[in-house]
Structures are given as C-alpha cells and as structure tokens.
C-alpha cells in the first residue's frame, strides 16, 4: 500500500503502541539463496525473453506484449503530461478512450502511464507505475477507460478527457507506423 509521510500528523516516535522492525523475511541461509536464485532467473528471463517481473517502478508486461504495448505507454505518457500543462485546476476525473486498434490492446499498463503522466508534472514525489493509480485515489480522483472500435480517420487513438467540477479539456494522439507518437 501507498504512503506518504507527509500524511502523517505525528511521527512513529510519539506512538506508544507501533514497534518498528527491518524486514526479516531473508534473513535465513536458505531464504538468502532462495532470493538470489530468483532474481537471478528474473534476471535471465528479461535478458532472454525481455520480461520484466517484480520491478518495483514498471508494471508486469508479458514479454511477447511489451513490443505493441510500448509505443502506447510512451504516447498515453505524453498525453497525461501535456493534459496536465493545458488544464488549470484539480481534476476529478480522467478517462482514457482506447479507439480503433488502441481499443485492443492490454490497456491496464497504457492508463497507468497516463495517470503517471498526468500526475508527475504537479507533485513533488516521485510518481511510478506502481504508485500511481493509488496517487489518484487518494487525491480524489476517478480513472475510467472506454473502449471503441472506431477511431474515425485514424487506425489509432487514445484520447484523455480531464474533468473538473465546470469544466473539461481533452487531448488525443496516435501511433504513426504503429511507433512514433503524434499529438
């Protein structure tokens, strides 16, 4: 779960009922070399297959995804920042339109990386894929997709919709040659 201190209105020190601990869950022999064996076949697996598991900061994309999918990331990405620069005010809502071939894609990852997008630029603490969405949440705000197959003119498209309490403003991209971004 997702914390910041800053939320804290007293420290562990003044709270007569918390004891503090290190994680001990390797703390054994065996454990030791458990974990080493793990993230040495983590390890392999992404220089083999380019699967990336267990990453702290980067969600979990089976590796035959992470070719189609990047492009959307980075694009979803760039639209969440560039809503963020255009739009005055606290959003309580963003909703990501998956159009045309967008629409098929695993679309978990792509939103997270418009919500992180979209957050990065205003806050001070790092925002990541993990973090993100919790982010949101806590800041009030509801994340919704769509999805169509229509995508009118283009084969592509992602559009962000930020919403306030009177207003909206709206952004959308495509991939031109299925790779390179487009606003």
Known sequence: MYSRRSHLKTTPAHLDNLICTPHLGASTEEAQENVALAIAEQIADYLVHGTIRH???FPSIPSDQVPRLQPYIDLAEKLGSFCCQIFEGGAT???VEYLG???TINTAPVTI???KGYLSPILLETV???NAPFIAKERGIDVKETKSS???DFQS???IRIKAKNKE???SGTLYSKKDPGL
Request: negative net charge; hydrophobic residues 50%.
């Open 113 to 115: 990386a418009a919500i």
């Open 169 to 171: 403003s709206y952004v």
């Open 128 to 130: 990541n894929f993990v």
């Open 55 to 57: 990453a702290v900061n």
């Open 150 to 152: 229509d995508a009118g």
């Open 101 to 103: 071939d967008a629409s």
């Open 157 to 159: 498209k992602i559009t």
């Open 93 to 95: 809502e963003i909703t």
